[in-house]
């Protein structure tokens, strides 16, 4: 008895734990498995809602993994497939790919949530740097995006 019982319960845990890896990997009514799959996916929204934008290569980008350009300037965004909301090194990797590529438009780009104290943080960079402006792009904005809003 003590056998099927824990064979039951192993097997319960087992679905549920995949129910819950496949709800956390969905992106905007789409599966992606990794951050190179999430940099295209996020190319292709972008495209599709009108933006001009291009991936950057997948390693050596000096942290720029999209490029978007949009009113005559360019916006060089730091993309993060994070099971886990992102933190202020996000926002300071967009910085220095924005330096790399010489502008001041950056942004970060999450399936996750973005903390209040990250806001606060870029908020004080665009206060205190050369940065012009940073765009945090959550979960719930991509939704938007999804469904070819304009969201810079």
């Known amino acids: 008895m003590t056998v099927k019982l824990f064979v039951f319960c192993s097997l319960v845990l087992f679905f549920l734990a995949i129910l819950l890896k496949n709800k956390r990997r969905k992106v905007a009514g789409l599966q992606v498995e990794n951050g190179r799959q999430f940099e295209t996916f996020l190319c292709e929204l972008f495209k599709r809602a009108g933006y001009n934008a291009r991936s950057t290569r997948f390693s050596h980008d000096f942290g720029a993994d999209i490029l978007i350009e949009s009113g005559g300037k360019l916006i060089v965004f730091q ?37 209040e104290t990250v806001r606060e943080f870029a908020k004080q960079f665009e206060a205190k740097t050369f940065v012009k402006k940073i765009y945090l792009i959550d979960g719930r904005t991509l939704e938007r995006l999804k469904r070819r809003e304009k969201i810079i």
């Not at 099971?83 to 330096?99: H, K, L, S």
């Open 79 to 115: 993309a993060k497939y994070y099971n886990r909301p992102i933190d202020t090194d996000a926002v300071e990797e967009a910085v220095v790919a924005g330096t790399v590529y010489g502008t001041g438009y950056v942004g970060v780009i999450t399936n996750n949530e973005i903390p």
